[in-house]
């Protein structure tokens, strides 16, 4: 069979991490920024844990992470 390969669009923005979990940056902190409370703001750029399905979808688009 031939290499799988990794979904280079899924590498640049999920990281595996050492006990197996996926790691992503939270989302909503690009734009429309005035209506959003700056606690709010503060805790959108800490990255945060996948879990379920959407975790499961990204280990299969990166099989070597």
């Known amino acids: ?3 799988m390969k990794t979904h280079k669009g899924a590498a640049k923005r999920f990281k595996i991490t050492g006990s197996g979990k ?3 940056k939270k989302c909503s902190l690009r734009h429309i920024l005035t209506k959003k409370t700056t606690k709010r703001k503060r ?3 800490q990255s945060t844990i996948l879990e379920g399905k959407d975790a499961q979808n990204i280990k299969i688009l990166l099989p070597y992470m």
């Open 1 to 3: 069979m031939p290499k």
């Open 22 to 24: 996926v790691k992503a």
């Open 43 to 45: 805790a959108l750029r």
